[in-house]
């Protein structure tokens, strides 16, 4: 089997030196990559500069993003030639546009003109004593999946922060519908550490509970290989 799996947080540059990213590892997506790889499949995995990646293995392709417009790039062929994609990925929902002092946006009387504009500096000044940023919203990748590969086994994630049960299903029910996946892994970050990770796989018919990193990573390989059948 061909397994697409995404993982680790995309950054976004404000400027050469500067980026807004998230605090995301790619500890998961490595754990998953690795079962699949332990299972006999061919992985590619989609991944950041700073994530942890499984050890070297013949059969495991590993592609470099660094922000969305480059995870679309590379993403959109690989869907179209695997057989599941596992998105695990902590994928930005906003980019930088333009960042600039708060007093020339208090004197302007269009804010949104912001949106169209764009730094040139390598290095915005930080001579200010405050600045506004304007973000824009990225594209939402797992609502393109499906488009890229209606056959595709579509696997997406969904972590949402101290919220109850029923509202982290509920959310991840929704998801499920909205792009057709197979599974949505819910999690919350309160129940996520380095040697925890409680997560529901929620399924349209079924709902399964995991406590680690290594359970989330079995259930998705024993689901896919079932299904192979």
């Known amino acids: 089997m061909n397994i697409l799996i995404t993982s680790g947080g995309t950054s976004e540059k404000i400027d050469r030196v500067r980026s807004i990213t998230n605090h995301s590892t790619g500890r998961l997506g490595a754990a998953i990559a690795e079962k699949f790889l332990a299972k006999g499949d061919q992985v590619t995995l989609v991944t950041t500069r700073k994530a942890l990646k499984p050890a070297a293995h013949e059969h495991l392709r590993i592609e470099i993003v660094e922000n969305v417009a480059e995870l679309l790039a590379v993403l959109e062929p690989l869907v179209k030639t695997h057989d599941a994609l596992i998105h695990s990925m902590a994928v930005s929902d906003y980019t930088p546009v333009y960042m600039t002092g708060l007093e020339e946006v208090a004197a302007s ?10 730094n040139s500096e390598s290095k915005i000044s930080s001579q200010e004593e405050s600045q506004v940023l ?53 999690n919350d970050l309160l129940d996520i550490s380095e040697d925890r990770h409680q997560a529901y796989l929620v ?15 079995q259930l998705l390989v024993h689901y896919l290989h079932a299904k192979e059948l």
């Open 203 to 217: 399924r349209k018919d079924s709902l399964e509970e995991a406590q680690s990193k290594e359970e989330i990573a």
């Open 109 to 118: 009387s269009d804010v949104a003109e912001f949106l169209d504009r764009s």
């Open 134 to 186: 304007f973000l824009k919203k990225t594209p939402k990748i797992i609502s393109k999946v499906k488009e890229w590969n209606p056959h595709i086994r579509l696997i997406g994630f969904k972590l949402l922060v101290d919220v109850s049960k029923e509202k982290l299903i509920e959310t991840a029910r929704a998801s499920l519908d909205k792009n057709q996946a197979d599974i949505i892994v819910a």
